[in-house]
């Protein structure tokens, strides 16, 4: 239904968005990516730990063991990903995807970008007094914030 009574009507009863006929696919394909990044925002908790490294993802700060981490922006994106999936191990196009978005791993070059973040963040860690192997190398894989691999891996 096209009438604008319908279109109110049915947003108010809780709908996201309202499409009508005739419609592009494009434009169907775009609205829903955006419910779906709108949806993921709002299920995203902002504050991420794992042992004592404490990540507030809505004010882009860092802690390991109270010490603040300073950290760059892509820096903190890679440790924000590794908190996530802690204890999983993630390849460097899944933390590529998280660096600088899902068309990174065609770029050439920036594959081997996420191995010098790695040793950045390391060093910034060690000096707040991580262990060093909080994040883990898994070779011919990528990397995984601490813990042993499970056994499925």
Do not use: C, W
Not at 13 to 24: E, N
Not at 57 to 78: C, D, I, M, V, Y
């Amino acid at each position: 239904l096209a009438d604008d009574t319908d279109q109110i009507v049915g947003l108010e009863l809780g709908a996201d968005d309202y499409v009508t006929k005739p419609f592009s696919p494009a434009v169907l394909v775009a609205r829903v990516r955006a419910v779906l990044r709108r949806a993921a925002e709002r299920a995203t908790p902002s504050v991420l730990s794992a042992g004592s490294l404490v990540i507030d993802t809505a004010a882009h700060s860092a802690a390991f063991a109270g010490r603040p981490l300073r950290l760059t922006p892509n820096e903190f994106k890679l440790l924000a990903a590794l908190v996530r999936h802690a204890g999983q191990t993630l390849g460097r196009e899944q933390l590529l995807d998280a660096l600088h978005g899902p068309d990174a791993a065609d770029l050439p070059g920036f594959d081997r970008s996420v191995d010098s973040h790695v040793k950045n963040l390391r060093r910034k860690l060690e000096a707040a007094g991580a262990d060093a192997e909080l994040i883990m190398t898994v070779y011919g894989v990528g990397y995984r914030l601490g813990g042993r691999p499970s056994e499925e891996q």
